[in-house]
Each structure stands twice: as structure tokens, then as C-alpha cells.
């Protein structure tokens, strides 16, 4: 659109492409206008539309369709078209200009180039129209001040896609390091969920499920253990203490029981971990009650003798 605008206002086209003046009425309109619109489109897309005044993006949108309504129009009333055609080039200009400048103060970093480019052909057009009117005079620098200024937008606006092109790209690397953060956070999460559903939420020591599934896994491995016992330590007097002196109490001691079982088992050959990652040899399926597996082998003593080792612990009083 503007190749043809400037092929228009210049009467290269005239000379080298239609050689037809009746043409040139309808292409200087026509191209206007296509101008016109194709420029706020692109003002509207590329400043995103959030930075612009509501009212101000009405507007632009108001005077894109003005424009594009000015195609048809153009082959109807050539010579008018002309003229309505030049008044939108001119308002578009403008509101393009206060667009980006809306947009460059509500923090949009890309319009200082986009105001700066549109101001530039702004610059170089009002030069050209003023030598073509003879209202300065004709020059070399004021015959391509247009094709100067054109040249100039194009290079300011190559500076703000690039800038675009960062930003955007960033943004996306953004949203990657968020998305592998909320990954990350969403796998704790249910690691979590798996640890407590498999711990007890007092002892923080293995509770009855994965109990369960460590004695699934000792029967599908007979090899490391031919016979193995399930040995259940029973304490009522936990919840007789917790009836009595409170459940804190009752609970703090229960705790220093499984803590002082489970240091002496660990030393003990012939006890089985039910979890090896945490050193766990204990596991607790209730408030009150441990669960302790034992290898059972020609060296190895009764399970009633093993379990009675380790309940002589407390035959005593607890201070």
C-alpha cells in the first residue's frame, strides 16, 4: 500500500507502470486508504492493544474501517475519494503517534521505538506534500524526504520487533521456569502425600500399609530370607497414661519407646528393616503398638525369646 502511495504522489507510476493518467485517480485513493488501515491493524497488533486508551483504540478502530470503507468508495467518486483519503492519512498518522505515546507512558518499553519510527515518516511525508505543493522549496533532500523517512521507519521498527522478539522470548522462558517449579512443587506435594499415607503421623516411622508392603516383598524374595517372623510389641499402658496424665504425655513417651526399640534393633542381625532408606526396623500400625520382622535361621533363638529381649528393656520404670 504505501509502494503504491508513493508511486502516486511521486508519478513514477504514471511514468513506468499504468502509463495511463485516469489510473492515477483511483490508485492515490486506493492506496490511502489501504495505507490508513493496514497502519492502525498493525499499530493495534503491535502495541497489544493493552497500553492504548479504551477510547483511544475506538477511536482508531472507527477512523481503520473509515478507511477501508474508503476503497469502494474511491472508484466511485475518484476525485473526492482523493481528498477523504488524504484527511484519514492524516488523522491515522496522528492517532497512531498519540497511540504509541499513550502506550509508551502506561510502560510499554517497544513504543519509544514505535513513536520514534512513526514520527520519523510522519516527518519525511509532511516534507515531500510541502515541496510537492510548492509551500518549500523543491530540493533534494525534500524529493526523498518521504522515501528518507519510509526508510527510517523500517529500520527504528526492525529495532522494536527485536526488542519484541527478546521480551517475548523471555516470557516464554519464564513461563518454563514457572511450569518446572510448579512441577517440582506438585511432585513434593504428592511425595509428601505418599510419605504421610505410609507413615505413622506421630513416630514419622513406617505405619501399618508399608509394612504390609515390605512383607510383599520379602515373600517375593525368598532368597535373601528363608523364614522370616512378624513380631507385635503391645504397650496398654500407653493409653491408660494417656487416660490419666494426657494424651501430650502419653504420646511424648510412646515416642522415646519406638525411638529406644528401634536404635537397639538396628544393631540386631536378625532384625528385618522395614524401611532400610530411613534406618526404620520398627513399625508402628497403631498408637500404643510396634511391629518389629526377625530373620529366622538354625542360629536364631525362639521369636518369644526375641521379643521378650527386647519388652526387658522396660521392665523397669520409665523417669
Not at 222 to 245: C, G, N, T, W
Not at 275 to 289: M, N, T
Request: proline share 3%.
Amino acid at each position: 500500500s504505501i509502494v503504491g502511495l508513493m508511486l502516486s504522489l511521486s508519478g513514477f507510476g504514471l511514468l513506468h507502470v499504468w502509463n495511463a493518467p485516469v489510473w492515477s485517480r483511483y490508485v492515490l485513493p486506493l492506496a490511502s486508504g489501504l495505507t490508513s488501515f493496514w497502519a492502525i491493524m498493525f499499530a493495534l497488533s503491535f502495541l497489544h492493544g493493552n497500553g492504548i486508551h479504551p477510547g483511544l483504540r475506538l477511536l482508531l478502530q472507527l477512523v481503520a474501517a473509515a478507511s477501508l470503507a474508503l476503497v469502494p468508495y474511491a472508484f466511485v467518486q475518484p476525485g473526492q475519494g482523493a481528498l477523504a483519503a488524504g484527511s484519514l492519512a492524516v488523522v491515522s498518522v496522528a492517532l497512531i503517534i498519540a497511540a504509541g505515546l499513550n502506550a509508551l507512558v502506561s510502560g510499554v518499553v517497544i513504543a519509544r521505538y514505535f513513536v520514534l519510527a512513526w514520527t520519523t515518516f510522519a516527518v519525511g511525508t509532511f516534507l515531500y506534500l510541502l515541496s510537492i505543493f510548492s509551500l518549500i522549496p523543491v530540493s533534494q533532500f525534500s524529493n526523498y524526504a518521504m522515501q528518507a523517512g519510509s526508510a527510517l521507519e523500517a529500520v527504528l521498527l526492525s529495532f522494536a520487533l527485536a526488542h519484541r522478539i527478546k521480551e517475548e522470548r523471555q516470557q516464554k522462558l519464564n513461563a518454563l521456569e514457572e511450569k518446572s517449579v510448579a512441577e517440582q512443587q506438585i511432585k513434593q506435594v504428592q511425595t509428601l502425600a505418599l510419605e504421610q499415607a505410609l507413615h505413622d503421623a506421630l513416630t514419622q516411622r513406617p505405619n501399618d500399609a508399608l509394612l504390609i508392603r515390605c512383607v510383599q516383598d520379602i515373600i517375593r524374595q525368598r532368597v535373601r530370607h528363608d523364614a522370616f517372623a512378624l513380631v507385635l510389641l503391645y504397650f496398654p499402658q500407653m493409653k491408660e497414661i494417656s487416660s490419666s496424665l494426657g494424651r501430650r504425655l502419653a504420646e511424648e513417651l510412646f515416642c522415646s519407646v519406638v525411638e529406644d526399640l528401634n536404635s537397639a534393633m538396628s544393631s540386631d542381625p536378625q532384625t528385618i528393616a522395614v524401611e532400610p532408606q530411613s534406618e526404620s526396623f520398627v513399625a508402628v500400625p497403631e498408637f500404643g503398638a510396634l511391629v518389629a520382622l526377625c530373620s529366622i535361621d538354625e542360629a536364631f533363638e525362639s521369636v518369644r525369646d526375641f521379643a521378650q529381649r527386647y519388652l526387658s528393656f522396660y521392665d523397669h520404670a520409665i523417669d
